[in-house]
């Protein structure tokens, strides 16, 4: 018998349901050649590129930092990108849950590699494969920074004014 507190529950699983299927089809999967290629152009943009997982404790903890950031640079030639490093088969169980529990503006695409031995190298030689990790990268890989830790807001600002002062000003 459909009563209104069931229908109400139908209502509620209907909407998360709709708002699971929005997000899987929105989150990019990218191969370790699509993203590097997407990140490592010839553009004056820099790019901030966070590797996180939502099994992560530090990595979630420092999310709201660069959503931040992102936003109150938003009209800058700055762009930042949020990895996730969680396992692709994970997407509708794990990672939309979480982004629909932690709402974030900054985009986030999903890093589908296995083998750590295969794409760890290609983003730093300074990884050890730890997360969080955030790699900044300005013109075709040629100046980047790669920091192996959580980082706070300030801390984002001082090392891309730091790029900016070295590669940009000059």
Excluded at 42 to 65: G, R
Excluded at 110 to 125: A, M, P, Y
Excluded at 141 to 148: G, L, S
Aim: charged share 25%; with cysteine; proline share 4%.
């Amino acid at each position: 018998m459909l009563t209104r507190k069931n229908i109400h529950k139908l209502y509620a699983l209907f909407f998360c349901v709709l708002s699971a299927s929005i997000y899987a089809q929105t989150i990019p999967v990218y191969k370790i050649n699509t993203l590097l290629q997407r990140i490592h152009n010839h553009s004056d943009t820099i790019y901030v590129v966070n590797f996180w997982a939502t099994w992560c404790k530090p990595c979630v903890m420092e999310l709201p930092e660069f959503d931040r950031f992102s936003k109150e640079h938003s009209q800058e030639k700055i762009k930042v990108l949020l990895v996730s490093m969680d396992f692709k088969e994970d997407i509708t169980k794990k990672l939309i849950p979480f982004l629909d529990k932690h709402p974030l503006k900054t985009e986030v695409v999903l890093l589908d590699e296995i083998d750590g031995n295969v794409f760890i190298n290609k983003i730093s030689e300074q990884w050890s494969g730890a997360i969080p990790a955030t790699l900044f990268t300005y013109k075709n890989k040629m100046k980047t920074q790669f920091v192996e830790k959580k980082l706070n807001y300030d801390q984002l600002i001082e090392i891309v004014k730091d790029i900016k002062d070295k590669f940009i000003s000059n």
